[in-house]
């Protein structure tokens, strides 16, 4: 039985979510607070988080962050105010999807089942699961070694996937061209740093919208390379 956690502090939200959800078939807990909350979602096995924005102790930005930080599973965000959907879009921030209160229980189940079967059908049943970084739609499969941009596959040099892996994989963290010149190309003795800046180029062209204004690796100017989570 597929396990779902809810973590919400407006417990008539949280049993009208949990009653039509359990009507589904599905197993259904509940927390309140988001420091427990979180806890139990990063150390139990749910197969989907509901995730309320505006809880206490922890919020759901940062319980979302740490969710994606270990785990793919689904996590639908829920708030009451469109404009908080907004930012938390514009953010980033991993969630797979958004709902504004007040809402439909039945839509809520249709997008629960909708999330699961998607996810299944990504790690596919029974087989192991690779290792595999979402951010934004951009997916980066560790495993197989290959990169998507909203389902979309791009090919990717052997320096190009260790490159972008390496940034995915330390986000919100500036290296410089050196730096990332003695990860990448360690020990080959061929190439300098200016071989890394045409390698940033060439990622961009394949994973950015507008490679004037990257959404994934940032410039910082005189310093070097950010991943923008
Ligand atoms: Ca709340």
Redo the contacts with the bound molecule.
């Keep these: 039985m597929k396990r779902i956690l809810i973590i919400?502090?407006?417990l008539a939200i949280a049993e009208l979510e949990k009653d039509y959800l359990e009507l589904s078939g599905f197993q259904v807990e509940v927390e309140t607070t988001g420091d427990v909350g979180v806890e139990r979602a990063l150390n139990e096995d749910f197969n989907l988080i509901i995730l309320?924005l505006?809880?206490p102790n922890v919020d759901g930005f940062e319980i979302c962050k740490r969710i994606r930080e270990e785990k793919n599973i689904p996590v639908i965000m829920v708030s009451a105010k469109r404009d908080d959907i907004d930012k938390i879009r514009g953010l980033g921030i991993g969630a797979d999807d958004y709902i504004t209160k007040p809402f439909s229980p039945s839509e809520l189940v249709a997008r629960v089942k909708a999330h699961l079967s998607r996810y299944e059908r990504l790690i596919g049943s029974g087989q192991k699961l690779n290792e595999v970084i979402e951010i934004r739609g951009l997916k980066i499969d560790k495993t197989a070694r290959r990169v998507f941009i909203n389902d979309e596959e791009k090919i990717f040099t052997t320096k190009e996937f260790d490159l972008l892996t390496f940034l995915a994989q330390n986000p919100n963290r500036v290296y410089t061209k050196e730096e990332l010149f003695r990860e990448i190309w360690d020990m080959e003795s061929i190439g300098d740093i200016a071989t890394v800046t045409v390698h940033i180029k060439k990622i961009r062209e394949k994973v950015e919208y507008n490679t004037s204004k990257p959404q994934y690796i940032e410039t910082i100017w005189g310093v070097g390379y950010r991943f923008k989570v």
């Design positions: 919400e502090d407006e309320d505006m809880l």
